[in-house]
C-alpha cells in the first residue's frame, strides 16, 4: 500500500528550528531520489530540497544552507532539518518522490502534509 506520513511541523519564531519526518512505504522510498516540497498559500507546490538513494542531495537556492534533507533507508523515512528558519517558510511540508508519485489511477498521490508556521 502506498503511504506518505509526515510529521514534526509546528509554531517557531524567525530564528528557530524544526526537524520534519516523513515515513513512506518501501514502493515509494525504495531506490527513489525522495524529496520535500511545500506548498504556502496562494503559491504553487515546490521541491526545496532532494537526496537520492546514494545520498546525493540538492536544495532550492532559497533554503540552501539552512534546510539539510537526509534518509534512514532502515525506516524508510526521510527528514528534513530546518534551521534559521524565515516567516517565508512558513507552509504546508510534503514528501514524495522526484518526479512525485503517479497511482495507476494516473493520480497524484499526496500526504497529508505537515504544517509550518514560523512568526516574525
Known amino acids: 500500500q502506498v503511504q506518505l506520513v509526515e510529521s514534526g511541523g509546528g509554531l517557531v519564531q524567525a530564528g528557530g528550528s524544526l526537524r520534519l519526518s516523513c515515513a513512506a512505504s518501501?514502493?515509494?522510498?525504495?531506490?527513489?531520489?525522495m524529496g520535500w516540497y511545500r506548498q504556502a498559500p496562494g503559491k504553487q507546490r515546490e521541491l526545496v530540497a532532494a537526496?537520492?538513494?546514494?545520498?546525493?542531495?540538492n536544495y532550492a537556492d532559497s533554503v540552501k544552507g539552512r534546510f539539510t534533507i537526509s534518509r534512514d533507508v532502515a525506516k524508510n523515512t526521510v527528514y528534513l532539518q530546518m534551521n534559521s528558519l524565515k516567516p517565508e517558510d512558513t507552509a504546508v511540508y510534503y514528501c514524495n518522490k522526484d518526479p512525485p508519485y503517479v497511482t495507476s489511477g494516473y493520480h497524484t498521490y499526496w500526504g497529508q502534509g505537515t504544517q509550518v508556521t514560523v512568526s516574525s
Open positions: 537526496i537520492t538513494s546514494y545520498g546525493t542531495t
Open positions: 518501501g514502493s515509494i522510498f525504495r531506490f527513489n531520489r
